[in-house]
């Protein structure tokens, strides 16, 4: 792991304003033996994660503007109606900590409500893309200590302890708050999305709070349409796992020979998304060949929908309170304030 406190730089010549970046990037060994792993087996599947490199953050935001993806519009008019109340809930001098922040755009209006927030620190796999939203937010913010980790969020070891010293007087009493917005807790199966919330709550202490936007379960039309848009921007997000495994890797792969194929699995209560073969055909990844035949996919990432009802009955288990849920008027998303229960 390395630490840099205060020296980063983005481009060199300029400071990031950073007050600490950690770099755990996961090495490029992860990326090719999950590859292996993950086409070896009879359902051919890949982590999400592996769609952010620098481009599929920005294609990912590319998505989050789109007339089609209901998610990011709804969250953020949701996050900017209950600033007041967060304000409230969450008290003075918080120290933010944000899973998979991705361009940090929606951390603004949650710092902005805040009271006198301490301490931000953002947490991504994306490493270009995190350090340059991070920097943003560290000058936007003067007043704020604002770090940078990059790693992947469902490390267990980035988990299990307070992921910098505080910069707060040691005797007051520490006071974290997770914030998880994206729904990116609907891309781990149910399983997953249980362990990362045990994780949480022991990084986040017996003060800790969580806020976390949830994509909610509603009619298929919709949900389908906002994961197949017009023009093709979420069909390329999906191709650029294959890309990465040609520049990264040196995969042999015919991009053009597999298409986007989203659907909403009603039974499991999520959207999946695949990348279908158009034909018979082969990849190679170094030595080892891969055989598709026609219609076959890789399945590249799942996003679970849930009611209220379940999502507070899988918090409940892992620990955590409901304190607070909001709902847009057409219940497409929620957010939830989850504290731990002592
Ligand atoms: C669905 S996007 C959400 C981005 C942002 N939080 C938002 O709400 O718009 C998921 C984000 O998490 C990051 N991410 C995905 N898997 C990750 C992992 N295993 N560890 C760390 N970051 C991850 C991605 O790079 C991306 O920025």
Known sequence: MNIHNNSLSHDESEPTGLSFFIDREPPQDDFLNDVIEGISQPEKSLSPKYFYDQRGSALFDQICALEEYYPTRTELALLNSIGPELSEYAGAESRVIEYGSGSSVKIKILLDALTRPAEYIAIDISRDHLLRAATFIARQYPHIQVGAIC????????????????????????????????????????????????????????????????????????????????????????????????????????????EHYAFYNETLGRIEMHLKSIRDQSIFVGENEFVFAEG???????????????????????????????????????????????
């Open 151 to 258: 790693a992947d969020f469902t490390d267990a070891a980035l988990l299990s302890s307070r992921p910098v010293p505080s910069q707060e007087d040691e005797s007051a009493p520490e006071r974290l708050l997770g914030f998880f917005p994206g729904s990116t807790i609907g891309n781990f199966d149910p399983e997953a999305a249980q362990v990362f919330l045990r994780n949480t709550r022991r990084q986040l202490g017996p003060n800790g709070q969580l806020l976390i936007g949830v994509d909610m379960k509603k009619d298929t039309a919709t949900l389908t349409r906002a994961y197949n848009d017009a023009q093709g921007i979420t069909a390329a997000f999906n191709k650029n796992i294959l890309t990465r495994m040609k520049k990264e890797l040196g995969a042999d792969i015919d991009s053009d020979a597999f």
């Open 296 to 342: 076959e996919t890789l399945h590249t990432e799942n996003s679970y929908k849930y009611s209220i009802a379940e999502f507070t009955g899988m918090t409940a288990s892992m620990g955590w309170r409901r304190k607070a849920v909001w709902t847009d008027t057409q219940d497409l998303f929620s957010i939830y304030l989850l504290e731990t229960i002592s």
